[in-house]
Each structure stands twice: as structure tokens, then as C-alpha cells.
């Protein structure tokens, strides 16, 4: 940083230059939230309004979940550059309203029939994280806003569905590998990041004393984002691909062990029936 700021002009200091690089740094992360929000919230939109079942299912496996891990990646970024604790209260709820937005579009996109619960909950867990988002830490006044109108629309959301008729088609066969394809990549996301987590970055950290991501519990983190969304592919291989319990539980236990969720992609079933129910649960 120094190096490049000795080049940037005679009346440059190290305190000038060093605030002009965090800034750059913000920009850059902000920048990145936003396109990944944006793929985020196309995603959610293509599983709740597209008719076609395989566009639906693209919509959630693709732009819907490739957005949300953009946008936590881009998100802890922000907090590290400005000394944000994720323990915060307003990230913990960022993080649940959000990993919730892709269980509901996951139930939407996946089942025959859309359900008034689950459109109505998708709108309000995502209009709740936004909240959450850009109002982090306020007055009273402005929580109730950011979390009371959320529940508003979310209601309102549910009663237009019921209002209106079913306008999805559903196509059985496209669900099966849609899901299993996107469970697999899941668990070699997740299993990799594993490997990289300790087998890697421990080791170094600890035992030659390099630090790769500088202290900054990057490897972590991203890690932390893969085992959430790991556990709606469980969810999803059990209530959409027929999992069995014994199965589902075998599938969380290998993502806490290091290539446990390679292993694991051999015992998922390669052929199925759909399960989900025309009234089931969400």
C-alpha cells in the first residue's frame, strides 16, 4: 500500500494515502454487495414469478444462492474494513432472514403448487434482512419500520396469493436432478472448503505461524456460508429427494469431517420420485 502511495504525488502522506485505500477498499466491497444483492433478489424473483418448473429451479440453484454468497462474502468485507463485530445483533438476523429467503424459494420452486405460507414468508424474511441490512443498530422507532413492515408485507404477500389462482406449472421430472445436481456442487463447496479450513490453513496458521488471509478469519467465514447453505441441500435431499432421516443425518455428520462430503456424494441416490406433495408441508 505504501509502495503505491509514494508514486501517487508529492503532497500524499501515509495517513492520506491509507484513507484513500480504505475507501477504495469500500467502494470495491460495496460494489460487490450490491451486484451481489441484485443477483440475489433476481433469483428469488425468477423461483416466486416464473411459470416454467426448470426456470424456477434455476433461478434458486443458480442466481438465488451464487447472490446471497456474494452478498455475506461482500457483507463481512465491509464489517472487517470497519471493524463491525459480527456478533452484532443486526448480522445474526441479516444471516437468518436471508438464509431463510432461499429455503422458502427453494419450497416455491420445487413443489407442484404454490402455497400462500411460503410466499408470503419468502417477502418477509427477504424484506426483513434488507431491513436489517441498512438499518443495523437505530432507535426504536426505525427497528419497528425495519422489522414491522417486513411482517406488513409478508401478510399482504399471503393474501394476494390466496386471491389468486395457481398460475406454475409443474414438472416432476425436472425436479429430481435440478436438486440433486445442486446438493452435489453443494457438498463439493462445502467439503472443499472443509479441506482448505484444516487441513490447510490450520496447519500453517499454527504450526509454521503463516497466516494466510492476514487474521481476518476470511477461510472461516466462507467456510461458515457453504455448512448454512449445506444445511437447506440436506433439507431439500430429504424433503424433495426422498432422503431417509438415517441418510440426512449421515450427510451432516460427513460436512464436519475433511473430504467426509466427497464420500458422501456416492450414497446419494442417482434416481428418485418427487415427494413433494401438493399440500405438504413448506
Given amino acids: 500500500m505504501s509502495g503505491r502511495c509514494q508514486n501517487d504525488g508529492p503532497g500524499d502522506t501515509p495517513d492520506s494515502c491509507y484513507k484513500r485505500a480504505v475507501i477504495e477498499q469500500w467502494q470495491a466491497w460495496r460494489l460487490l454487495k450490491f451486484l451481489g444483492i441484485a443477483v440475489w433478489t433476481t433469483g428469488l424473483a425468477g423461483a416466486l414469478l416464473s411459470r416454467s418448473q426448470p426456470r424456477r429451479l434455476w433461478a434458486v440453484h443458480g442466481p438465488a444462492t451464487i447472490g446471497l454468497g456474494f452478498t455475506w462474502v461482500a457483507g463481512y468485507g465491509m464489517a472487517k474494513l470497519h471493524g463491525v463485530s459480527m456478533a452484532q445483533p443486526f448480522v445474526g ?5 436471508s438464509l431463510l429467503t432461499i429455503h422458502e424459494a427453494c419450497a416455491i420452486a420445487e413443489r407442484p403448487r404454490v402455497l400462500p405460507w411460503n410466499v408470503g414468508a419468502l417477502v418477509a424474511t427477504f424484506a426483513s434482512s434488507i431491513g436489517a441490512m441498512v438499518v443495523r443498530n437505530p432507535g426504536t422507532a426505525h427497528q419497528i419500520a425495519a422489522y414491522g413492515l417486513p411482517l406488513l408485507l409478508g401478510v399482504v404477500a399471503f393474501i394476494v396469493q390466496t386471491r389468486k389462482s395457481a398460475a406454475h406449472d409443474y414438472e416432476p421430472a425436472a425436479v429430481f436432478p435440478s436438486t440433486r445436481s445442486w446438493v452435489v456442487w453443494l457438498a463439493r463447496l462445502e ?3 472443509l479441506i482448505a479450513l484444516l487441513l490447510i490453513y490450520m496447519p500453517l496458521k499454527y504450526g509454521a505461524g503463516i497466516v494466510l488471509d492476514g487474521g481476518q478469519g ?7 456460508i457453504l455448512a448454512l447453505l449445506w444445511l437447506q441441500a440436506l433439507w431439500s435431499g430429504w424433503r424433495r429427494l426422498g432422503w431417509s432421516w438415517r441418510l440426512t443425518g449421515i450427510g451432516f455428520v460427513a460436512s464436519l469431517l475433511p473430504f467426509g462430503t466427497f464420500v458422501f456424494e456416492r450414497f446419494m441416490p442417482t434416481a428418485g420420485t418427487d415427494t413433494a406433495d401438493s399440500a405438504g408441508n413448506p
Fill in 218 to 224: 476470511w477461510f472461516g467465514w466462507v467456510h461458515g
Fill in 191 to 193: 467439503g472443499t472448503s
Fill in 93 to 97: 438476523v441479516t444471516i437468518l432472514a
